[in-house]
């Protein structure tokens, strides 16, 4: 009976063998194909070392069965007196069959190297598994916590944490935590419950770490926190890659002592290998996808910048191809960017050939050794644009070696600025000579506010005249009377300057100032009283300085109304920018009427300065087209 049991379990044991014999012989093949043909020219690669350390264990595994077949059939020819059939590993020397008495010994010997190839066959299966699985993502965050489950699920620790090395500060710093349940520890209810100083010796020296009794281990008895804590079995491997560490995976047991074996700790060495790699793939893919985040920000960033900045950018590569074109350098070539992005300049502006802006480009391209800039000044037409005038800026692309990468065609769009240039010209050719230049350069800053066509406003009237040079010139050389009338007029001028009035014409000794145009003035009926009252003290005093026997004197007429303005005279010669209509005649009747040295003012002005002057009721005037008298007042002075 006992010589049956063993004929039975030598025949499991034979089943067994051809099992692991034929699983191991494949996959030798499959390692043995990938290396030696697919990854011939990679030995360098960690990853393809570890495949070569794989296929020769599965070779030793291979030939050791084939070893352990023979002996099978050494011990089974005896029994039976037939040979079993052929392994499926490749033959080895036929074996002599050994003695009866050895069969339990050899029995052993079998147990312990099938439990051996077994438990290297589940490593190699460990290491695949864990290697296929760290392959699955580039995710940072994913690949630490992969990492961590896996490696306390090989080694069957109750928990274990990671730490890498900051490449900027070079300093540990605690990544992830994880326990037996695959559950994130706090990190801060962790750092208290382990061993740190353990971790840096590894970081630092590049030695894995093995304990079966932390409490025991005379070399770690100076490290007082795995005292404190009560920590029975650690391990710890560096992580390393491109002969570098970056930081090292720590497991332990409070619990358990001799939980971890040396062959844990070879195991925990291979992972780490494989889990280095992949940290470090996963490290430098978060630093490429920060680093395209960042590109792709800037990108943003400039195309924004160029979209919202007035003048059109247009940037090619250095092959010429059109790789920017700005929504402003649409606008002024009245081109669609999205036709002229991808094609080569020459292409690109062939439609608007007038500019010449393909020869412009190759000019630049010719001195881009030198970096040169390129300016151009171009008055063209534009379709649905018309004439317009334009500055080009043309300059070399280059990147922080100084390469050459390309042109950058900047247009400025200077037709508006010219129009408004002339513009101002214009203003100042019309009304430099009749208004204040502080009104002058108002109205440059906002022509709009400006319409010489012509249009019916309130305004108010000053209208002046200087008596008793009809006389004088009778009695006057002309050089004395002209110096004498400009010598009045320059102080009227002057009053009515000091107000912002405008001065509408001169005729012979009479004169007429308008308020509230071209410029709106909301208190336009006071400025006009104020400017009156100062020419009169001015005419006043320059009296004093005359001689008795030179008679001059003025009237001054003030009113306010409506009245039509604008530029009046020959559009190909002289245009006058004045007021006509009632409001002027009625103006023009005060001064004619108004006592020698007198202001007069009409009800409509003096009912909207009441509250600032004082006055003396004249009478009543009758003037032409009005059917009722008005209401004139005499002003006196201010309150």
């Known amino acids: 009976m006992a010589i049956s049991s063993d004929s039975n379990e030598l025949h499991t044991l034979s089943e067994s063998l051809k099992r692991i014999s034929g699983a191991l012989h494949e996959h030798a093949r499959v390692l043995e194909v990938a290396i030696e043909s697919t990854y011939v020219n990679e030995s360098s690669n960690p990853r393809v070392s570890l495949l070569s350390r794989s296929l020769q264990v599965s070779r030793r595994a291979d030939w050791e069965l084939g070893r352990l077949s023979q002996k099978l059939l050494a011990l089974q020819t005896p029994q039976n007196g037939q040979a079993p059939a052929k392994p499926s590993s490749p033959p080895v020397p036929s074996a002599s069959p050994l003695p009866a008495g050895s069969l339990e010994r050899e029995r052993d010997e079998l147990k312990t190297s099938i439990s051996t190839l077994t438990r290297q066959r589940d490593e190699l299966g460990t290491l695949y598994e864990i290697a296929r699985t760290l392959n699955s993502t580039l995710d940072f965050n994913q690949v630490l916590q992969l990492v961590m489950d896996q490696v306390i699920d090989v080694v069957g620790a109750e928990r274990g944490f990671l730490m890498l090395v900051n490449e900027k500060t070079n300093e540990l710093e605690f990544k992830i935590a994880r326990n037996k349940s695959a559950q994130t520890v706090d990190q801060q209810a962790f750092e208290h419950q382990i061993s740190q100083s353990t971790v840096n010796r590894v970081v630092r020296t590049g030695q894995p770490l093995l304990t079966s009794d932390a409490q025991s281990d005379a070399s770690l008895m100076e490290q007082r926190s795995i005292i404190e804590i009560g920590i029975r079995s650690i391990m710890c491997a560096p992580l390393a890659v491109r002969d570098k560490c970056i930081g090292a995976v720590y497991v332990d047991s409070i619990f358990t002592r001799n939980l971890f074996s040396s062959q844990n700790l070879d195991l925990l060495l291979a992972f780490c290998h494989q889990a280095a ?113 334009l500055n080009f800026y043309v300059t070399s692309l280059r990147d922080e070696q100084g390469t050459h990468i390309g042109m950058a065609l900047v247009i400025d769009d200077r037709t508006e600025l010219k129009k408004a240039q002339a513009d101002a010209k214009e203003i100042k050719r019309i009304f430099g000579r009749y208004v204040h230049p502080k009104v002058v350069e108002q109205l440059i800053s906002d022509p709009k506010a400006l319409n010489l066509g012509g249009e019916t406003k309130e305004i108010s009237v000053i209208s002046a005249d200087i008596r008793g040079f009809t006389k004088l010139s009778e009695r006057m050389i002309p050089e004395k009377v002209m110096t004498l009338l400009n010598t009045y007029f320059d102080l009227i001028v002057q009053a009515v300057w000091e107000e912002e009035g405008t001065i509408t014409g001169f005729w012979g000794d009479a004169f007429l100032a308008i308020f509230n145009a071209p410029l709106e003035q909301q208190d336009h009926p006071l400025r006009a009283v104020r400017a009156a009252w100062r020419m009169r003290r001015a005419l006043i005093n320059q009296q004093s300085h005359l001689s008795p026997e030179i008679p001059v004197s003025f009237g001054i007429g003030v009113n306010s109304g409506l009245a039509m303005i604008g530029n009046i005279g020959s559009r190909e010669r002289i245009q006058n920018y004045t007021a006509i209509g009632d409001t002027v005649n009625v103006a023009n009747r005060l001064q004619s009427n108004a006592k020698d040295n007198d202001i007069y003012l009409d009800h409509s002005t003096f009912t909207r300065v009441r509250d600032q002057v004082l006055v003396d009721f004249v009478g009543q005037l009758s003037v032409k087209n009005k059917t009722e008298p008005l209401d004139v007042f005499r002003l006196r002075g201010f309150k």
């Open 277 to 389: 790699i992949a940290i470090d793939n996963a490290r430098l893919f978060a630093d490429l996808e920060k680093t395209l985040r960042k590109v792709n920000e800037d990108k943003r960033y400039m195309d924004n910048i160029f979209s919202s900045i007035a003048n059109g950018v247009i940037t090619t590569d250095s092959a010429g191809m059109i790789t920017m074109f700005n929504d402003a350098a649409g606008i002024i070539l009245n081109m669609n960017p999205a036709d002229a992005v991808g094609k080569h300049y020459q292409q690109a502006f062939s439609q608007r050939a007038e500019l010449g802006l393909a020869a412009l480009l190759q000019n630049a391209v010719l001195k881009h050794v030198h970096g040169t800039i390129v300016p151009n000044s171009l008055d063209c037409e534009i379709p649905r644009r018309g004439r317009v005038n």
